[in-house]
């Protein structure tokens, strides 16, 4: 079990990975990308694990076909706040460097939380760390991100892996911070990656059969 891999856009995702001594598998994936031009430049490529088990928290939408979990963003609520554990797994594609991705985490996390009002001076001030730990990184291609969310707790530890270099980590306790970050990447139709979105519906989907 443990060597199966998937492909992402030509980058390898293993199909189960262990956090906190729990198998999580990988239950939905995607890229990030932008179209200039006509052109489509994919940036990374997005793996999204989850315990199994998280089907119990979820079975008010047995049943219900994927395209219809995609738009539905209570249902990606429930995800996001169903307490098991979570991981995404992020690979650089086209390499930038880590204080750009830095930045767009800051501004998406900033306005869902002002969005809420949820955005005080410690929420700033864990933002600022986040950034200021990116900020001397370079995002060579398959550099990988991973982002840890334990079931038991509101908090993240972001994990930066890179060709030559010592992996580097940062622990996120600020509850309402680690709470957006999780809805960037997992929160329905206004993630980062609808592709993602898509995909972890199909996957959650075939664990709510009829």
Same mark, same amino acid.
């Given at each position: 079990?443990?060597?199966?891999?998937?492909?992402?856009?030509?980058?390898?995702?293993?199909?189960?990975?262990?956090?906190?001594?729990?198998?999580?598998?990988?239950?939905?994936?995607?890229?990030?990308?932008?179209?200039?031009?006509?052109?489509?430049?994919?940036?990374?490529?997005?793996?999204?694990?989850?315990?199994?088990?998280?089907?119990?928290?979820?079975?008010?939408?047995?049943?219900?076909?994927?395209?219809?979990?995609?738009?539905?963003?209570?249902?990606?609520? #429930? *995800?996001?706040?169903?307490?098991? =554990?979570?991981?995404?797994?992020?690979?650089? $594609?086209? %390499?930038?460097?880590? !204080?750009? +991705?830095?930045?767009?985490?800051?501004?998406?996390?900033?306005?869902?939380?002002? #969005? *809420?009002?949820?955005?005080?001076? =410690?929420?700033?001030?864990?933002?600022?760390? $986040?950034? %200021?730990?990116?900020? !001397?990184? +370079?995002?060579?291609?398959?550099?990988?991100?991973?982002?840890?969310?334990?079931? #038991?707790?509101?908090?993240?530890?972001?994990?930066?892996?890179?060709?030559?270099?010592?992996?580097?980590?940062?622990?996120?306790?600020?509850?309402?911070?680690?709470?957006?970050?999780?809805?960037?990447?997992?929160?329905?139709?206004?993630?980062?990656?609808?592709?993602?979105?898509?995909?972890?519906?199909?996957?959650?989907?075939?664990?709510?059969?009829?």
């Amino acid at each position: 079990m443990g060597t199966e891999t998937v492909m992402v856009d030509e980058m390898s995702f293993p199909a189960q990975i262990t956090a906190n001594n729990k198998p999580l598998s990988l239950l939905g994936h995607g890229i990030t990308d932008i179209e200039i031009h006509f052109l489509q430049i994919k940036f990374t490529a997005i793996g999204v694990y989850l315990e199994p088990e998280i089907a119990t928290h979820l079975q008010q939408w047995k049943g219900k076909p994927a395209s219809e979990l995609a738009g539905d963003d209570d249902f990606f609520e #429930a *995800v996001v706040a169903a307490p098991v =554990e979570k991981l995404v797994r992020v690979v650089v $594609i086209k %390499e930038i460097k880590g !204080s750009q +991705y830095g930045v767009q985490l800051e501004s998406a996390v900033r306005d869902r939380l002002a #969005a *809420v009002d949820k955005y005080e001076e =410690e929420e700033e001030e864990a933002l600022e760390k $986040i950034v %200021e730990f990116f900020q !001397s990184k +370079y995002f060579k291609k398959n550099s990988v991100l991973t982002f840890h969310f334990p079931a #038991a707790a509101a908090t993240s530890e972001i994990v930066f892996v890179t060709e030559g270099k010592e992996e580097s980590k940062i622990k996120v306790e600020n509850g309402n911070v680690v709470e957006m970050i999780k809805k960037w990447y997992l929160g329905g139709t206004r993630g980062v990656s609808p592709t993602t979105i898509a995909s972890l519906a199909d996957g959650l989907s075939s664990l709510l059969p009829n």
